[in-house]
């Protein structure tokens, strides 16, 4: 028998919504395409990693990469065939940067585990100020 105060097993405990409502965004997320740089150590060597991203154009929050067919790196996952089958690869850090830094925002943040969003301010250009005037 389950007691009116007691939970049953197969249903999670919320918390308050109030302190819900403090983590929801007032906007809806605009994702767009970006890189962002991080550095990391491994082995005593720090190394600057770069990866492929989204980021929401109004707040900044940091989300997953685009899918191949919504994304404008076609070879951001390649094919390579071996002798037990098909692997796959992904493009390295420096062959990305290299190939799509003009064409994608970068940013720089300092761990990529546990922030959740990008300075926006990082990668504005000359047109950022003509917007606040």
């Known amino acids: 028998m389950i007691q009116e105060n007691e939970i049953p097993k197969y249903l999670k405990s919320t918390g308050s919504d109030i302190s819900k409502s403090n983590r929801k965004s007032k906007h809806k997320h605009h994702y767009e395409e970006c890189m962002i740089q991080y550095k990391s150590t491994f082995a005593g060597k720090t190394h600057l990693n770069t990866g492929l991203y989204t980021y929401c154009t109004i707040c900044g929050k940091i989300n997953e990469r685009f899918k191949e067919n919504k994304s404008i790196v076609k070879d951001y996952i390649r ?37 959740k969003y990008v300075d926006l301010e990082q990668n504005c250009n000359s047109d950022c100020n003509s917007e606040g005037e």
Do not use: N
């Open 79 to 115: 094919t390579v065939d071996t002798q037990i089958g098909k692997c796959y690869s992904c493009i390295s850090d420096e062959e990305l940067y290299e190939k799509y830094h003009d064409k994608l925002p970068v940013f720089f943040v300092d761990d990529i585990y546990k922030e």
